[in-house]
């Protein structure tokens, strides 16, 4: 969080007096603002709802799902569909990266080639 911030006023006259002027403050983010790069691991559907809070905390998420796509596929695709509807609930963005990894994105991050 940024605080009040005094600003300057430039004088053009030599002699007068400086003016100064208050700048609203401005809330970057509340609370932490530490967007964190998280590696997580599911391996059953059980794992959607400690996924699912990462997310929500607005963190990044690579996924690996190399595990349960071996062990179980429809699992893993109720699995994905879950984690879907939490990363567009919160205007994030889910994209698969390879055959064994995914990325989870918060609303302010963009991922470009």
Known sequence: MIRSLLARKKSNNIGEIDEYIEVEETVLKEGNSKIELRVEEIQSYDD???????????NIVVLKIKDLKTKDVDELQRSIDKL???VYAIGGDIIGIDENIIFVLPQDVELTK
């Open 48 to 58: 959607c709802a400690r996924i699912q809070s990462i997310i929500r905390m607005g």
């Open 84 to 86: 879907k509807k939490t």
